[in-house]
T-cell receptor, first 112, second 111 residues
Framework: KQEVTQIPAALSVPEGENLVLNCSFT??????LQWFRQDPGKGLTSLLL?????REQTSGRLNASLDKSSGRSTLYIAASQPGDSATYLC???????????FGDGTTLTVKP | DTAVSQTPKYLVTQMGNDKSIKCEQN?????MYWYKQDSKKFLKIMFS???????INETVPNRFSPKSPDKAHLNLHINSLELGDSAVYFC??????????FGSGTRLTVV
């Protein structure tokens, strides 16, 4: 059974800092991994999708990496802004069943 | 707008009632899902349909019954609502090789 862990559970940084969010998973036989952000009381917005054959994906100030052999993904946010404050979730998609297991999320606060 | 839309956005109801949540996607995706997010913000899959066929049915009370009239719609009917059913229910869709697109959620409160 896939288990997904996100560390840290919460993170507070001053504006402008670069930061890394971590996602670990126990079963390396994954189909893809997707990073989302969720604002309070809102739905999930997809940020980046990494297929199992890929090592990283980039979108603007965001960069996500994937190391299947070690069961890890990182989300790098450059030059953080107050608008980046949200909960960040990673979802690991199972190869066979097609379902995703979500981590508990990292709640990020960027202070002006 | 291409999206996953679910209705209603908010639902407040008494224990014992039966209610339905509707979901529609116009993205042309083959697979649709229902996820539940509890008070601790943990997201857990409930059901998945691929081209109207049930492919994932997690350990969910049989008071919850999904229905997919066509591949663009996946509705969730809940019988005999209980206090513990209070949560945010998210609909999502995906296509093979792609990631999920989520709806904005339905906040269900059972009183």
């Amino acid at each position: 059974k896939q288990e997904v862990t996100q560390i840290p559970a919460a993170l507070s940084v001053p504006e402008g800092e670069n930061l890394v969010l971590n996602c670990s998973f126990t079963d390396s036989a994954i189909y893809n991994l997707q990073w989302f952000r969720q604002d309070p009381g809102k739905g999930l917005t997809s940020l980046l999708l990494i297929q199992s054959s890929q090592r990283e994906q980039t979108s603007g100030r965001l960069n996500a990496s994937l190391d299947k052999s070690s069961g890890r993904s990182t989300l790098y946010i450059a030059a953080s802004q107050p608008g980046d404050s949200a909960t960040y979730l990673c979802a690991v998609r199972d190869t066979n069943a097609g379902k995703s297991t979500f981590g508990d999320g990292t709640t990020l606060t960027v202070k002006p | 707008d291409t999206a996953v839309s679910q209705t209603p956005k908010y639902l407040v109801t008494q224990m014992g009632n039966d209610k339905s949540i509707k979901c529609e996607q116009n993205l042309g995706h083959d697979t649709m899902y229902w996820y539940k997010q509890d008070s601790k913000k943990f997201l857990k899959i409930m059901f998945s349909y691929n081209n109207k066929e049930l492919i994932i049915n997690e350990t969910v009370p049989n008071r919850f019954s999904p229905k997919s009239p066509d591949k663009a719609h996946l509705n969730l009917h809940i019988n005999s609502l209980e206090l513990g059913d209070s949560a945010v229910y998210f609909c999502a869709s995906s296509q093979a090789g792609q990631g999920y697109t989520f709806g904005s959620g339905t906040r269900l409160t059972v009183v």
